[in-house]
């Protein structure tokens, strides 16, 4: 027997070469192997009569070697295999290409199972390249369910089916996680039948069961882990904060808070001071103003001489931020510090001295604050923003600088509700439905480069107003760009010939980070009258200003990501506008596009964007911070979902993670999820 844990190399015919193949799929381990799913099945199960064939449908049929396999060389690299084969209903002839393998293998007088498809196209059907097999052998090619799975350069199905066998007869797949109250309540098979049903089914039907058991096993992984962390931050106490009065705070703000932001701000305040580390999301629509939220909470952690930190996920939007708070708190006497990886070394180590003997009182950063070298005197407060770009784990990481602090998650995204549950399963919400007074939505168009001078001659207005513009491509460079927009092609064809009486500036995610905020403050102090980006102005950079957003290739963005971008304008108290370029004649591309023009509702429009591109995109791949679900699909799986969740919630309300079997695989599982969920961020 060997181990779930040991690598892929004690299997026969898997040495380092073929293990690096196997890497190129993140598969190390036996586990890894075992995990590896299938993406499809083709059913080879169904055995007919030759007579009984159709055009164009792949059967499986038994028939004898009628001669000896005749090659033919046609001309260079075309060999041609000609035989006979027959059985009690009819003769048929098989052609193979290059393949030496059936010219020898292929016996006068043998009878084999054969798999293929009789091709319609001419008269005397023939068919070309079937597989085969000995009608005694084990089925592998033929007679069975034939998993399709993914793969890489150099390895074949085939290869990773032998692969996947030898793993499956050499040790157990993962212990069983679901207490078998579950299992019957869901009507779903145990852990080592679906494992090895997943892999090797015996119909469609039990590869469907198969499927949807694991697909709950992770969701109640991932529901489970949630429920626990909420359990085990609900037992904790805190001392509870008892100077709420945020009377300075309130009067120092150039405008009076929307309703919602007081009633957010009302919740933060009763969690601070319950005894209980907070956990709260804000959600709120881009310019639904956030910030000042948060920035209430902070000024409470201050007030009750603790620390707070904000942790943004880039560095252009943890210098606003910076900027936003100093103003902010400098005249009450706080002192605000910036922690980015791009501050020479030098200046980091000052910064984190002052964080750690307290002379910082608002800390905002970037991951940089996540790094071990940084120590608080006294974190009271986490802010992390944009949170769908974190995961987790880096969540508590950075909770885990301070004694269970309170923390406060910001999302600018509407996230579906569902998505919301699995990301968020364990907090608490406010949301900001309210705009700040004297907002007109932004009216938003879609064209195509017919409009070309009509948006050109639309950008010289706005300037000409006194307003600044911002142009977004969706691709930096010419090389990566593929028929799209490049930002740095663009700029120049814009300055050179468009406007060269115009002062355009450009900014890209390729530019260092001093680069990057040299050119967007400069924009934001009006020295730029349009500014061509890339996504990195996505995420919360304010310019009051700006009154116009044209987006090139619309059609290369998310929906959600469109609504960000959008939102980057009409900040102001100007009317402002949106213009979404795009060549795509696709009508349901164009559809989605024009249902972005009709409404502002960031909910909708996620819902919408969950629906089309599923959770992997939703935020831009890779960067959602949710685990890699290898099986389940969060926008079809719903079902599932909601199942899942009941099942966990109802089982740890009971048993807790009782050390019973069940209890400590799940344990063991959820630290694994967790794990690779932070895994996909860095
Ligand atoms: P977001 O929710 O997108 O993070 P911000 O916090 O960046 O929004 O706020 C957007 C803009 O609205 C900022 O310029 C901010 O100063 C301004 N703002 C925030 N709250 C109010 C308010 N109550 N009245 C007027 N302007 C506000
Ligand atoms: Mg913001």
């Known amino acids: 027997m060997a181990k779930l844990s040991d690598p892929i190399t004690v299997l026969k015919g898997i040495g380092t070469a073929r293990a690096r193949q196997f890497a190129q799929l993140n598969i190390f381990t036996l586990r890894d192997l075992i995990c590896h799913f299938p993406r499809g099945y083709e059913d080879r199960t169904r055995l007919v ?76 059907y023939g068919m070309t390249n079937p597989v085969f097999e000995l009608p005694d052998s ?120 929307t309703g919602a932001q007081q009633r957010a701000i009302d919740e933060i305040l009763a969690d601070l001071g319950s005894g209980a580390p907070m956990n709260r999301l804000v959600q709120g629509d881009v310019g639904s103003g956030k910030t000042m939220v948060a920035a209430a909470a902070a000024y409470c952690a201050i007030l009750n001489h603790r620390q707070a930190a904000m942790m943004a996920p880039t560095e252009i939007l943890a210098e606003q931020h910076y900027r936003s708070f100093s103003r902010l708190f400098e005249p009450l006497g706080i002192r605000t510090v910036l922690l980015t990886g791009s501050l020479t070394p030098k200046r980091k180590r000052e ?17 940089a604050l996540l790094s071990e070298a940084t120590v608080f005197r006294d974190l009271g407060l986490v802010v992390t923003d944009e949170q769908h770009r974190f995961g987790v784990a880096q969540r508590s990481r950075l909770s885990a600088k301070g004694s269970d602090p309170h923390l406060l998650v910001m999302s600018a995204t509407p996230i579906p509700r569902t998505l919301a549950l699995l990301m968020y399963g364990d907090l608490e919400v406010s949301v900001l439905n309210e705009l700040p007074p004297g907002r007109e939505p932004v009216d938003t168009f879609l064209v195509n480069e017919s409009y070309r001078p009509r948006i050109n001659a639309f950008i010289r207005k706005q300037v000409a107003e006194g307003h600044q513009c911002f142009v977004v491509c969706p691709a930096v460079e010419e090389s990566e760009a593929l028929g799209m927009k490049a930002a740095t092609v663009w700029a120049q064809t814009l300055e050179q010939t468009v406007f060269p009486d115009l002062r355009i500036a450009l900014i890209h995610g390729q530019m260092k980070g001093a680069e990057k905020e040299a050119v967007m403050a400069a924009f934001a102090r009006g020295e730029a009258d349009v500014l061509v980006a890339t996504t990195v102005v996505e995420v919360g950079v304010d310019v009051p200003n700006a009154t116009l957003m044209v987006i090139e290739d619309a059609d290369r963005f998310g929906l959600s990501q469109l609504h960000q971008l959008r939102g980057r304008v009409g900040r102001g108290g100007s009317k402002s506008y949106c213009i979404l370029t795009s060549q795509n004649r696709n009508p349901e591309t164009l559809s989605r596009l024009k249902a972005l023009c009709k409404t502002t509702d960031g909910f909708r429009i996620a819902e919408e964007d969950l629906k089309l591109r599923g959770p992997g995109d939703f935020f831009g791949s890779r960067q959602s911070g949710l685990p890699a679900f290898r099986v389940a699909n969060l926008s079809m799986d719903l079902e599932t979902l909601k199942q899942a969740q009941a099942a966990s919630a109802a089982w740890i309300e009971a048993e807790g993670t009782a050390d019973t079997p069940e209890g400590i695989a799940l344990r063991d599982r959820i630290g694994d999820l967790f794990r690779r969920a932070e895994g996909t961020m860095n």
Request: glycine content about 6%; proline content about 7%; hydrophobic content about 45%.
């Open 351 to 367: 910064i984190r001295e002052a964080i750690a003997a307290g002379e910082a009182d608002m800390v905002v950063g970037t991951h």
């Open 138 to 257: 084990q089925p592998v090619t033929t007679r069975r369910i034939l998993p399709l799975y993914p793969l890489t350069a150099g390895l074949s199905n085939a290869a990773m089916l032998r692969a996947v066998r030898q793993a499956l007869a050499l040790c157990d797949p993962p212990a069983e996680i679901l207490p078998e109250s579950v299992r019957l309540a869901y009507g779903i098979p145990g852990a080592d039948r679906a494992y090895r049903a997943i892999h090797e089914p015996q119909s469609m039907a039990e590869a469907e069961l198969a499927k949807k058991r694991l697909i709950f096993e992770e969701f109640f992984i991932f529901s489970a882990g949630l429920a626990l962390m909420r359990s085990s931050r609900a037992e904790k106490r805190t001392e509870p904060w008892e100077n709420r009065d945020l009377g300075p705070f309130y009067a120092s703000l150039p405008f009076t808070l």
């Open 49 to 124: 009569d030759i007579a009984a064939l159709e055009a164009d449908v792949p059967a499986c049929f038994r028939a004898t070697v009628m001669n000896t396999p005749r090659t033919a060389h046609i001309r260079k690299g075309l060999d041609l295999t000609r035989v006979q084969v027959a059985d009690a209903t009819g003769r048929l002839t098989l052609t193979f290409f290059n393949s030496p393998y059936a010219a020898e293998q292929l016996r006068y007088g043998q009878e084999y199972v054969f798999y293929g498809t009789v091709s319609g196209d001419y008269a005397g």
